[in-house]
């Protein structure tokens, strides 16, 4: 499936619940439309099941679970070696945590 590989709010335009646009094509090419639905909604779990529900077809949660934590370890890494902190408030860390309290 072709997918957009970078899909976040900011590169979403929506008017009146409508998709008009979505920006950064650059990281798009074959992949999982998972892991398209787990970065726009990773840090928005509560608006998960309207993206779902949008989405269209069968989706597996679990699937988007298992891509937000792969992506918060990933992020966990790329900011500690920039010198961020992913410990911060809001950041990888707290995204990791509630994933550990949902289980």
Not at 3 to 23: I, M, N, P, R, Y
Request: proline share 3%.
């Amino acid at each position: 499936m072709f997918t957009h590989g970078d899909l976040q709010v900011a590169h979403v335009f929506v008017e009146h619940d409508e998709v008009t646009g979505v920006l950064d094509w650059s990281d798009a090419g074959p992949g999982d439309a998972h892991y398209d639905l787990a970065c726009l909604t990773i840090g928005h779990h509560e608006h998960l099941a309207d993206v779902v529900d949008g989405y269209g077809s069968e989706v597996d949660l679990e699937v988007i679970r298992g891509w937000w934590s792969m992506r918060c370890l990933l992020a966990l890494r790329w900011l500690t070696e920039h010198g961020f902190d992913p410990a911060a408030p809001g950041c990888e860390i707290d995204v990791l945590r509630s994933q550990v309290a949902r289980s």
